[in-house]
């Protein structure tokens, strides 16, 4: 049986000038039939492109020849006004079957992608653990010298990074960037003095820069408004995952009998080589949009593109719009979350470069740090996903959400500085609860995806808030003074302030209009 798809668009006035590149919207067509739909199709794009542009996020005023050229460079736009004219409508049941592919398809690699960028990042906690600060001859200032320098890389790798995957295909540059990465994650080994891990980890930062930032823009690309915060919150929740493996990794490093080379050395060897692997996954499977997707129909992915450009955000543009600049500039939200972020990630920039040691400074001996810091990351997953489940499924619950993950983590990071020494478990516990600073982060990245219209805006915002996230991290761990160990006092103060700061700058950008 033969299943067609009409498509009601009247010719405009206005020829194109070359025409437009169409998916074939029926099948079983017969060749002259289809031909004359994809010609239909073709002459009234152009027309409703500008008719069109508020749906995808470009509203400057121009020129039939300016809509040509916009369209150029709005990926998706052909398709949306081909669904527009044609009066194609996303049914329920088309939603739930292109969200599930999706989610099958799409979803994975971002979890992947994100969890290996917080392990390759975070080894130096663990390889700190096993004698790597000794083997480098490095004092415990120049040592947090290693994470504050991976920031410093990931800063100045921030926004061309999120260039790059506006203007190229986005699987091939994720790639690459990664590639690049678990070479250097596999080299750092090689290195024997500060001045060359100083080296190794700022071009590490360089290159992981791309990917949360990049996460949060790509959710927006693939997803309605609606489904952004669960999904954002599943990848985001695989730092957690991450931390649960490299928990583990680490404890099996430590039971390696007459080892060949140093402990610490194992952890970054086998990081960097998963990582290296994941690259050839990304170059083979991870399209630039829906537009590119092979798991999708034809059919399925013009319905994908109308049901994310619907919302007005905008799927994906190639060209960089100086007044969307102008908007973010002006935009309370962004200074506030610039603020926020600061805030929230001094205590991130202790907890994940030095959570080994505070937890083993408590009375615990190694091998139980390894396992103790992982249950801190099941801790994490638990609340992320929870907050992500909440807000997905009531509405107007994602500031109620972050409000109650931001006084959480001020209440254990007050009673992790200021319980007796004597009573270790009561503070691990504090220390556990920590972890639910990654809520307040996380929606802030999923009001970035859904609430920011326009792609150049959004990632300009996005970079805003990296810059803070940066500026965090990097402040962070210098407040862990070896002399004050085993407690670490001016650390664990650091986490209380810097948590205590980020509630109302975050409260007062979620509820700003």
């Known amino acids: 049986m033969r299943t067609r798809i009409p498509l009601r668009i009247s010719r405009p006035s206005v020829r194109r000038s070359k025409p437009a590149a169409s998916f074939v919207l029926a099948t079983n067509m017969s060749a002259t039939d289809e031909k004359r739909s994809l010609d239909k199709a073709e002459s009234g794009s152009e027309a409703g492109s500008l008719r069109l542009k508020d749906k995808v996020g470009d509203t400057e005023k121009g020129s039939v020849h300016g809509a040509a050229s916009s369209e150029e460079g709005n990926v998706g736009l052909h398709e949306f006004a081909i669904a527009k004219q044609s009066g194609l409508r996303v049914t329920p049941e088309q939603n739930r079957r292109i969200a599930r592919k999706i989610d099958f398809f799409i979803l994975p690699m971002l979890c992947m992608a ?16 096993y004698g790597m600060k000794t083997a480098l001859h490095v004092s415990g200032s120049q040592f947090s010298w290693f994470a504050s320098i991976f920031y410093l890389g990931y800063l100045i790798g921030n926004y061309p990074d999120s260039w790059l995957l506006q203007h190229y295909p986005t699987g091939k540059v994720l790639a690459i960037t990664t590639f690049i990465w678990a070479v250097i994650v596999i080299t750092t080994p090689a290195c024997t003095n500060f001045a060359g891990t100083m080296v190794n980890r700022f071009f590490l930062g360089l290159l992981e820069a791309i990917v949360t930032p990049g996460m949060t823009l790509l959710t927006s690309i693939w997803y309605a408004q609606s489904e952004v915060p669960f999904r954002s919150l599943i990848w985001y929740s695989f730092n957690g995952w991450a931390g649960i493996f490299g928990g583990f ?70 060209q960089f719009k100086w007044y969307q600049i102008r908007h973010a500039l002006i935009d309370p939200k962004t200074w506030l979350l610039f603020i926020a972020s600061i805030a929230a990630q001094i205590p991130n920039g202790i907890v994940s470069n030095f959570s080994t040691i505070i937890i083993k400074g408590m009375g615990f001996t190694t091998l139980q740090s390894t396992l103790l810091d992982a249950a801190s990351s099941g801790v994490q997953i638990a609340s992320l996903l929870a907050a992500g489940w909440i807000s997905m499924r009531f509405k107007n619950m994602r500031v109620i959400t972050m409000a109650a993950g931001n006084i959480t983590c001020i209440i254990a990071a007050a009673c992790l500085t200021y319980l007796p020494d004597d009573q270790k478990w009561n503070r691990l516990v504090a220390y556990w609860f920590t972890s639910f600073q990654s809520v307040g982060f996380a929606l802030s990245l999923v009001m970035i995806s859904n609430n920011v219209g326009g792609f150049t805006k959004k990632t300009f915002t996005t970079a805003v808030t990296f810059i803070g996230y940066c500026v965090g991290n990097v402040i962070g761990p210098h407040f862990l003074i070896d002399s004050e160990a085993p407690k670490y006092v001016t650390g664990t103060k650091a986490m209380f302030i810097g948590t205590l700061l980020a509630f109302p700058t975050n409260m007062t950008a979620h509820c700003h209009r």
């Open 114 to 129: 994100q969890g290996l960028s917080y392990l390759d990042k975070t080894a130096l906690n663990y390889g700190n653990l």
């Open 249 to 318: 990794v680490a404890y099996g490093i430590g039971h390696i009998e007459n080892p060949g080379i140093a402990l610490w050395k194992y952890i970054f060897l086998i990081l960097g080589a998963i990582s290296a692997v994941f690259a050839v996954i990304l170059w083979f499977f991870f399209p630039d949009s829906p537009v590119d997707a092979r798991f999708l129909t034809p059919e399925e992915r013009i319905l994908a593109v109308k049901r994310v450009a619907e919302a007005k955000l905008g799927v994906k543009n190639t």
